[in-house]
Structure formats: structure tokens, C-alpha cells
């Protein structure tokens, strides 16, 4: 953000960088206003799972149950203020009702809970989950992405049940604000035709990641359209800022 804006300094920010406003009581910059947006790289999904054991087996049972007993479905995270923990808080919201975060100090204890009956679900990302899934340990209720993910084109997203509902994660490419278009554009188009490489999709697919090469304006209306999102979620919950 401080950096000079001479086109040869840029920055790969995660979704983290549009929840950090409301999750720290001061920042020294700005996320919008300090930066010129390049290109959105890839989108990660998140996947709403739960134990192959457990008695939801659709999105309908899980908001069902959600609504009649509120506060009953517990969700692990990575930790407060984490990208899952914020998409469990975006779903309850979304549907009007409770449910109870459980923060681990990461994923993976997280999952592990989940894996062992402990959780009633959580939401994590399609690379990890995916192998569950396969192996027959978690089931998959719904997709985070607005539309189908090409990963798993079976799974129905969760916004065709829960109208506007979003959770992803993601890689971007910012510049300090003031760095000259021309090279804001020619940076983009060149993303634009590496992720759309064969092999860079091969490798992409693999990890879980989907391309996008957005162009600057909509990435740039899309990480002002996420701080803002993440803003009411972190309200809503009562989430305290970190000091």
C-alpha cells in the first residue's frame, strides 16, 4: 500500500484481505482506496460437508433442522475470524437462525472433529474436502460458488437454495494505487492468458482452484463488494475486533 507506483511492485492478497477491515479495530491502509486491482487469479470453493454418519443428507434436512433448533448445528473453523468461520456466520444469517462456531487453532483439527462425529458440519475448501468425500467419510450438501464448480459439476451450489449466498476463497492481484493503467492492463491480460494455459489449468484443477482473470473493474467492484459483505457478517455475529 505504502510502495511506490512504478508498475514493478504488486501483491497476491487471499479473501482474507476483504475481512481484515472488520476483524481489526485499526488498520494503516486502506483495502479499496490503497490499491489498484489487477485481476482476480482463481476462486477457491468451499464446501458445506458433513459426517457421512450424520442424519442430514440434503441442504433441505440441514436448513430444516437448522430452523427448528437453532444454535443445535455446531461448525468448526480454523479460528475466529477465519474464512470458514465467516461462511458458517454468512449462512446462519442468511437463513435467519443460529448456529454454534466451534474455532480449533486451524483446519485440520477442525476437520478431524468433523471427520470423527464431533462437529454437525463445517465449511472447507474443496481441495481438502474432496478426498474425504471420495474415501466415503463426509458428505457434500452444497457448493459455495454462485454457480456450479467444474470440480464437482454434480454438486448443487447452496445459492440455488439460499438466494445471493456466496462462500469462497481466493487469490488476486493488487497494485498501489496510482500505478499507471496501461500497466494494470498488460498485467492482467498476461494472467489472463497463463491460467488459461492447459497445464495451468490442469495444475489449477488439481489444487482446487478455478480461473477467473477478471479484468480490473470487476475485480476492483468485487473486493469493495466483499469488505462491505464481510461487514454486516462480522456485525451480525458480534464478532470483537482484534486491538
Same mark, same amino acid.
Given at each position: 500500500?505504502?510502495?511506490?507506483? &512504478?508498475?514493478?511492485?504488486?501483491?497476491?492478497? =487471499?479473501?482474507?484481505?476483504?475481512?481484515?477491515?472488520?476483524?481489526?479495530?485499526?488498520?494503516?491502509? &486502506?483495502?479499496?482506496?490503497?490499491? +489498484? !486491482?489487477?485481476?482476480?487469479?482463481? %476462486?477457491?470453493?468451499?464446501?458445506?460437508?458433513?459426517?457421512?454418519?450424520?442424519?442430514?443428507?440434503?441442504?433441505?434436512?440441514?436448513?430444516?433442522?437448522?430452523?427448528?433448533?437453532?444454535? %443445535?448445528?455446531?461448525?468448526?473453523?480454523? /479460528?475466529?475470524?477465519?474464512?470458514?468461520?465467516? =461462511?458458517?456466520?454468512?449462512?446462519? *444469517?442468511?437463513?435467519? %437462525?443460529?448456529?454454534?462456531?466451534?474455532?480449533?487453532? *486451524?483446519?485440520? #483439527?477442525?476437520?478431524? &472433529?468433523?471427520?470423527? *462425529?464431533?462437529?454437525?458440519?463445517?465449511?472447507?475448501?474443496?481441495?481438502?474436502? %474432496?478426498?474425504?468425500v471420495k474415501a466415503g467419510k463426509l458428505r457434500v450438501l452444497g457448493v459455495g460458488t454462485a454457480k456450479r464448480s467444474k470440480i464437482?459439476?454434480?454438486?448443487?451450489?447452496?445459492?440455488?437454495?439460499? #438466494?445471493?449466498?456466496?462462500?469462497?476463497?481466493?487469490? /488476486?492481484?493488487?497494485?498501489? =494505487? *496510482?500505478?499507471?493503467?496501461?500497466?494494470?492492463?498488460?498485467?492482467?491480460?498476461?494472467?489472463?492468458?497463463?491460467?488459461?494455459? #492447459?497445464?495451468?489449468?490442469?495444475?489449477?484443477? +488439481?489444487?482446487?482452484?478455478?480461473?477467473?482473470?477478471?479484468?480490473?473493474?470487476?475485480?476492483? !467492484?468485487?473486493?469493495?463488494?466483499?469488505? +462491505?459483505k464481510w461487514d454486516r457478517v462480522v456485525k451480525r455475529a458480534k464478532i470483537p475486533p482484534v486491538q
Amino acid at each position: 500500500a505504502k510502495a511506490a507506483p &512504478d508498475g514493478y511492485t504488486f501483491i497476491a492478497p =487471499a479473501a482474507s484481505h476483504t475481512t481484515t477491515p472488520s476483524l481489526y479495530s485499526k488498520l494503516d491502509f &486502506d483495502p479499496v482506496k490503497d490499491f +489498484a !486491482a489487477v485481476t482476480q487469479i482463481v %476462486t477457491v470453493p468451499y464446501l458445506l460437508v458433513v459426517p457421512v454418519s450424520s442424519p442430514l443428507n440434503t441442504l433441505a434436512d440441514f436448513i430444516a433442522t437448522a430452523k427448528a433448533k437453532p444454535g %443445535t448445528l455446531t461448525f468448526g473453523s480454523a /479460528g475466529n475470524g477465519s474464512s470458514n468461520h465467516l =461462511a458458517g456466520e454468512l449462512l446462519a *444469517g442468511s437463513l435467519g %437462525t443460529q448456529l454454534t462456531h466451534v474455532p480449533y487453532k *486451524g483446519s485440520a #483439527p477442525a476437520l478431524a &472433529d468433523l471427520l470423527g *462425529g464431533q462437529l454437525s458440519f463445517m465449511f472447507d475448501t474443496i481441495n481438502t474436502s %474432496t478426498q474425504h468425500v471420495k474415501a466415503g467419510k463426509l458428505r457434500v450438501l452444497g457448493v459455495g460458488t454462485a454457480k456450479r464448480s467444474k470440480i464437482l459439476p454434480d454438486v448443487a451450489p447452496i445459492a440455488d437454495t439460499v #438466494p445471493g449466498f456466496e462462500a469462497v476463497t481466493w487469490i /488476486g492481484l493488487l497494485a498501489p =494505487a *496510482g500505478t499507471p493503467k496501461e500497466i494494470v492492463s498488460r498485467m492482467q491480460r498476461e494472467i489472463e492468458k497463463i491460467v488459461h494455459l #492447459p497445464e495451468i489449468q490442469e495444475r489449477l484443477s +488439481a489444487s482446487g482452484a478455478e480461473p477467473v482473470a477478471s479484468t480490473p473493474e470487476q475485480f476492483g !467492484a468485487y473486493v469493495a463488494s466483499e469488505v +462491505a459483505k464481510w461487514d454486516r457478517v462480522v456485525k451480525r455475529a458480534k464478532i470483537p475486533p482484534v486491538q
